[in-house]
């Protein structure tokens, strides 16, 4: 169903923000609760494809397969990708439910230097989810070289059709570590800081809010139960969701 024409949107005066997988996982079961409409879910995965990101990219090729399973146990997930490079490209792949067909897409993707397109990213998923709902966006970058206030103004838009934001930040550094914290926030995402040696971590946090974005926070629990060790004694954590 397409969003109602002046949706409540309540910007939250101050969310904790942390790196840790505690924190992150608080704040995916935070977020909004994906409509159960029968349909599968929806995830953009948006990348930096400039130059500086060649080796995070191939660890995200790997892990692709491992998010489309896991998806798999809580209903199902369609992804799109999209990405940007170069000067001003910017490319968004048909939706699909095939992790074959997706890694095949991440891998014919060459990287060139370039500026940060991530306002763009943004007003794209905006324009996705009026067109068919999108239940979550991922966003893997190491860099934000745009008009904060412009980054802002297009995440409000995208909290406004209920579209939470999921931040990878590699190498965690200002200045861009306070706008993608700002993206999450206003969007009630997550933000989570990595870095190159720890693949393991990203492939969890991934594999969370693929299963997330496919079955709401229900389907997260269970994935945490499955998942065990720490990340079952951090789901015991999560509290409830407040009430709109």
Do not use: C
């Amino acid at each position: 169903m397409p969003p109602p024409d002046k949706p409540a949107f309540n910007i939250p005066a101050h969310r904790p923000v942390g790196g840790g997988v505690a924190a992150f996982l608080k704040q995916v079961a935070n977020s909004p609760v994906p409509v159960v409409t029968g349909d599968r879910g929806r995830l953009i995965f948006a990348m930096d494809a400039t130059a500086s990101r060649g080796p995070t990219w191939h660890q995200a090729i790997g892990i692709q397969a491992d998010m489309f399973k896991e998806a798999a146990t809580a209903g199902g997930l369609d992804v799109q990708l999209a990405y940007y490079r170069g000067m001003m490209e910017f490319e968004a792949t048909a939706w699909t439910a095939d992790a074959n067909r997706m890694v095949e897409q991440m891998r014919r993707v060459s990287f060139l230097s370039g500026h940060t397109q991530i306002e763009r990213i943004l007003n794209h998923a905006s324009d996705e989810t009026r067109r068919k709902k999108v239940n979550a966006m991922v966003f893997i970058g190491d860099a934000m070289e745009e008009s904060a206030d412009l980054i802002e103004a297009a995440s409000g838009k995208l909290a406004v059709l209920g579209v939470p934001v999921f931040v990878f930040h590699e190498g965690g550094g200002e200045p861009a570590a306070s706008t993608f914290k700002r993206i999450a926030t206003l969007t009630r995402g997550a933000y989570a800081a990595f870095d190159a040696s720890s693949p393991q971590r990203l492939r969890d946090l991934l594999k969370a809010v693929a299963v997330y974005a496919a079955g709401g926070a229900r389907a997260l629990e269970d994935f945490s139960k499955r998942t065990g060790g720490d990340v079952l004694r951090l789901t015991s954590q999560l509290t409830s969701r407040p009430k709109p």
